[in-house]
């Protein structure tokens, strides 16, 4: 499986990319709201990959982001959705605002997608409306990955210091991220803060997905 590419753009098309790495050429299918995000011709460039497998097919797909690699897989999870059409969900939507319309059951907001109709639209939100808590806990995993300039090699030897592992996220970082996935789907920073010191209270240790969930019903319409 191919999961990331780091390389230089060679050429650019009008849905997809030729990536040279270390002298191969791989074209790589993209949104166009990623292809707008990359760099121009002769540019360092890299992206997250997703391998297409077919009897008579190979494609990759890239994207800037792992929240959007993962939206990618779960929309060609749903019936009638291909890559093409999956493609046309995150071009339009981005991973951000498929995150709120799945979380919020606004199909109409997937349809806006080309070549997605209404009953397709209303599927993907009902089959991907519970997953959406745990695509949006990814924040943190999802910076974009545009920029590869090569880095100095980490000198080693007798007089270097011991190389620190990542220091480990404080514990109130799931109320952090669940209170930024809430407010990324709009609502505002006082009932979103209010959703999720009510969540965290019920549940202490929950994880950032466990609070997004609970927030999410929290906030739901009453009646």
Avoid: C
């Avoid at 993209?30 to 992206?47: D, I, N």
């Avoid at 993962?70 to 060609?76: I, P």
């Avoid at 599927?123 to 808590?133: Q, T, W």
Wanted: proline fraction near 7%.
């Amino acid at each position: 499986m191919i999961g990331r590419l780091a390389g230089r753009i060679d050429y650019r098309g009008s849905d997809h990319v030729l990536i040279d790495v270390g002298g191969v050429g791989y074209i790589v299918h993209v949104s166009e709201r990623t292809l707008a995000a990359l760099p121009g011709t002769g540019e360092a460039a890299a992206l997250y990959t997703d391998l297409l497998v077919r009897e008579d097919l190979l494609q990759l797909f890239g994207f800037t982001t792992l929240v959007e690699k993962e939206w990618h897989r779960l929309l060609m999870s749903v019936q009638g959705i291909g890559a093409k059409a999956s493609m046309a969900i995150l071009g339009t939507l981005g991973a951000d605002g498929v995150s709120r319309a799945i979380a919020l059951g606004d199909w109409a907001a997937v349809k806006a997608a080309p070549g997605v109709g209404p009953k397709i639209a209303q599927r993907v939100v009902n089959e991907l409306k519970d997953k959406a808590p745990t695509v949006m806990a990814m924040g943190g995993t999802g910076d974009p990955i545009l920029d590869t300039a090569p880095r100095a090699a980490t000198p080693s030897g007798p007089d270097t210091p011991p190389t620190r592992s990542a220091p480990s996220r404080p514990a109130g970082s799931a109320q952090a991220d669940a209170l930024s996935a809430l407010t990324n789907l709009g609502y505002g920073p006082g009932e979103a803060a209010s959703a999720v010191a009510t969540a965290a209270g019920e549940a202490p240790e929950a994880t950032a997905e466990e609070l997004i969930r609970t927030a999410l019903r929290l906030l739901a319409p009453k009646g």
